[in-house]
């Protein structure tokens, strides 16, 4: 391949700088023009372009968010848009793409390969929900983000012998809640993924805190999926008398410096989806797998279940309280 388009889509995650570097560099390392396309599949229709030296990527790997922006596109959820999208790569010579970001933009890059424009997906959600890979681009970063605001958040809520509910994201996935949980020390990850009993959790809180030299005050870590953060405090306030506050962390979580996982993780995706690109590979999703990069077909990969942490919450269970 003489020329590919590299585009970031959907929600933003720390390390999706370091992925656009290190596909620019992989390919112009290999001799191919490398084009940035601006806003995702949005600004593809819109012809948003910028061309990519190895200096329009220098100084970037540090940097969170995404370089090229990013935006969700409603049109390229159905087959003419999918086809607009085609014609414009033709139009301007892309002989194949990159495309960094979650399962919906996973789904616009399989369409664009069915119509002959091969295209590699980059796992980049903060979420970890992509069903083939065992990482994805932005996890570390923002469970690392979500753990430095509650261990900021215990501090007030040790003074004042509070319950603090936090609410982190992971809109279809619990991933972030448990593993968040189990680093801060919560009492409890409430996730969509296991059944949850507020009766239970609000009897343990009450055994302990009745004890001598009895804990106090209590974090509980919600999935933003399962919602009901605000219900939830006033619940366990109403079942414990203990006073509880609920914090939405939200979008916090997508921004800053990415870690050294994700900058590395982020290089090693981008580089390996180079190389296939110029095999002239597309329809392939580059994954994690035994903790080696590897790459998938790409309606294979979405098609596949992915398992809940279930070790890690029966840990979190075992050594809360």
Do not use: W
């Amino acid at each position: 391949m003489k020329k590919i388009g590299v585009l970031t889509s959907g929600g933003d995650a720390p390390g999706m700088n370091a992925a656009v570097r290190a596909v620019a560099r992989a390919a112009l390392s290999r001799g191919m023009e490398v084009v940035g396309i601006q806003r995702g599949y949005v600004g593809l229709l819109n012809r948003e372009f910028v061309e990519i030296k190895a200096t329009t990527v220098s100084g970037i790997i540090q940097r969170g968010g995404t370089f090229l922006y990013t935006a969700r596109c409603p049109e390229f959820r159905n087959m003419e848009g999918v086809k607009k999208g085609k014609a414009v790569c033709e139009e301007i010579g892309l002989e194949g793409l990159v495309v960094i970001g979650g399962d919906g933009s996973f789904r616009g890059a399989g369409d664009l390969s069915s119509l002959g424009i091969p295209c590699i997906g980059v796992p980049g959600t903060i979420d970890n929900d992509i069903q083939c890979t065992e990482y994805t681009i932005g996890y570390d970063t923002a469970m690392n983000t979500a753990v430095e605001m509650i261990d900021k958040l215990r501090d007030t809520t040790q003074s004042h012998d509070r319950c603090s509910v936090v609410e982190v994201m992971g809109r279809r996935a619990g991933y972030i809640a448990v593993n968040v949980a189990i680093a801060t020390g919560a009492e409890a990850a409430i996730t969509l993924e296991r059944p949850y009993d507020l009766n239970a959790i609000a009897a343990k809180m009450t055994k302990t805190s009745s004890q001598k030299d009895g804990k106090h005050h209590f974090i509980l870590v919600v999935a933003e999926g399962v919602g009901q953060t605000e219900n939830i405090a006033r619940e366990i306030q109403e079942m414990t008398g203990i006073e509880s506050r609920a914090t939405i962390l939200g979008h916090v979580q997508r921004g800053g410096a990415p870690t050294v996982r994700d900058r590395i993780v982020a290089t090693e995706m981008g580089y390996h989806a180079v190389e296939l690109l110029s095999e002239g590979i597309g329809n392939r999703i580059v994954g994690m797998k035994d903790g080696k990069i590897y790459d998938i077909d790409l309606q294979e990969g979405l098609a596949m279940k992915k398992p809940f942490i279930d070790r890690m919450y029966d840990i979190l269970v075992d050594t809360a309280y």
